[in-house]
């Protein structure tokens, strides 16, 4: 089976301008979930969608949304970016969500913000 | 809220020695699940081993193993006979339910390991 997908790789943006990310799971898989990773920060969860609804989300200012569509592939939209929201971006699947279920990771975005 | 925290930023080994990562965690939740989870350099995150609370018994899989002490939130990581390969950041995680099915894998600073030859 192929892994997790994220597309671009890398992203190179102005501050003030938006920013959409999508995440292909591993086919089958029906959650999704997103994080930021920055040097400092660390790894914090964005949000997590499972068979198109969003069930959960992290601390988060509204700039940051997202969705699922009906054949598991997820987008993740950034409005108005900030210098603060260069990081890595990672997508991770599972097959049915779940606090013990494995997950999945895909290469991440890099997203500079200049 | 539940916190991980990681308290050994870098570590070294040498290649075929042991080596001991640690992590604690604070929650109330009574059932959940620990993980640790493995990045090497500019390579995807995959999942070492992984832990559920009500499990006594500490999870092993070949050169990895836990040693899970839940009275004292403690959730730490051994690989033996560390190979070059193992060289990468270390996270431990956690996650539990959060109602209606929610969940969210809380992590830790991470612990970044250098395996020397």
């Known amino acids: 089976k192929a892994g997790v997908t994220q597309t671009p790789r890398y992203l190179i943006k102005t501050r003030g301008q938006q920013v959409t990310l999508s995440c292909s799971p591993i086919s089958g898989h029906r959650s999704v979930s997103w994080y930021q990773q920055t040097p400092g920060q660390g790894l914090q969860f964005l949000f997590e969608y499972f068979s198109e609804t969003q069930r959960n989300k992290g601390n988060f200012p509204g700039r940051f949304s997202g969705r699922q569509f009906s054949n598991s592939r997820s987008e993740m939209n950034v409005s108005t970016l900030e210098l603060g929201d260069s990081a890595l971006y990672l997508c991770?699947?599972?097959?049915?969500?779940?606090?013990?279920?494995?997950?999945?990771f895909g290469p991440g975005t890099r997203l500079t913000v200049t | 809220a539940q916190t991980v925290t990681q308290s050994q930023p870098e570590m070294s080994v040498q290649e075929a020695e042991t080596v001991t990562l640690s992590c604690t965690y604070d929650?109330?939740?009574?059932?959940?699940?620990l993980f640790w989870y493995k990045q090497p350099p500019s390579r995807q995150m995959i999942l070492v081993i992984r832990?559920?609370?009500?499990?006594?018994q500490n999870a092993t899989e070949n050169r990895f193993s836990v040693n899970f002490q839940k009275a004292a939130k403690s959730f730490s990581l051994k690989i033996s006979d560390s190979q070059l390969g193992d060289t990468a950041m270390y996270f431990c995680?956690?996650?539990?339910?959060?109602?209606?099915?929610?969940?969210?894998?809380?992590f830790g600073k991470g612990t970044k390991l250098s395996v020397i030859p």
């Open positions: 991770a699947s599972s097959l049915a969500g779940g606090a013990g279920g494995e997950q999945y």
């Open positions: 929650t109330s939740e009574n059932n959940y699940y």
């Open positions: 832990q559920e609370a009500y499990k006594q």
């Open positions: 995680a956690f996650s539990a339910y959060s109602g209606a099915g929610s969940y969210q894998l809380t």
